[in-house]
């Protein structure tokens, strides 16, 4: 049974960007494999439009992305890191804590698309407001397509206190990051008369 564990500031910056966003966030992390054993270390947020019932990637910002890990690649003669983003995460806010048809699509998408980073296996997290996380690992190569559903998400040993001043210490980070990195579309939307350029919540420069 394959085993997942994540670092105490991924899992605590995961968090945060959930309970500081209003409506969904989503985003991606690395991940390292040994075998059976996943370590997840470092997550990010892309730009993205949010709504109370979805999210949406800024798929021009992750493309940006890639070419600049590849960038410092050839610089430093050193891998890109790009084969580690293997983890997609994001919120029902206050709903379930399930993955839905929508997610399972996505899932399947990122499985089939030979230009994202998310062969041959994908974890995905889906979490809510009420602080429950539940992890999946999806494997889509090299032999026999397998999920593995509702896995632990172990943490590696640490104090109550260590978790608190995480919370303290990274929360300016991530309130930041939510600002910089989310815009919030109003509901209900209807795409009969709003477009998108129209949605954004933040103020134009």
């Given amino acids: 049974?394959?085993?997942?564990?994540?670092?105490?500031?991924?899992?605590?910056d995961v968090s945060l960007a959930i309970q500081l966003c209003p409506v969904e966030i989503s985003g991606i992390g690395e991940v390292s494999c040994d075998g059976d054993v996943y370590h997840i270390s470092e997550i990010t947020v892309f730009p993205q439009e949010c709504y109370h019932s979805h999210t949406t990637f800024d798929q021009d910002a992750f493309t940006r992305y890639a070419h600049e890990l590849n960038r410092r690649r050839v610089q430093t003669r050193a891998p890109s890191g790009m084969n580690k983003k293997r983890l997609w995460w994001h919120s029902h806010v206050w709903g379930t804590a399930r993955f839905s048809l929508v997610d399972t699509a996505y899932m399947e998408k990122f499985g089939a698309d030979t230009l994202l980073p998310f062969n041959p296996f994908l974890i995905s997290i889906v979490g809510n407001k009420f602080?429950?996380?539940?992890?999946?690992?999806?494997?889509?190569?090299?032999?026999?397509?397998?999920?593995?559903?509702?896995?632990?998400?172990?943490?590696p040993a640490y104090t109550r206190e260590m978790l608190i001043r995480l919370y303290k210490e990274r929360m300016p980070r991530m309130q930041q990051v939510v600002r910089d990195m989310v815009t919030i579309a109003p509901f209900p939307l209807d795409p009969q008369t709003c477009r998108l350029d129209d949605l954004s919540l933040r103020e134009k420069p």
């Fill in 1 to 12: 049974m394959p085993y997942i564990d994540i670092t105490p500031e991924a899992r605590v």
């Fill in 131 to 155: 602080g429950i996380l539940t992890t999946r690992l999806d494997v889509f190569k090299p032999q026999h397509r397998t999920t593995y559903a509702s896995l632990p998400l172990s943490d």
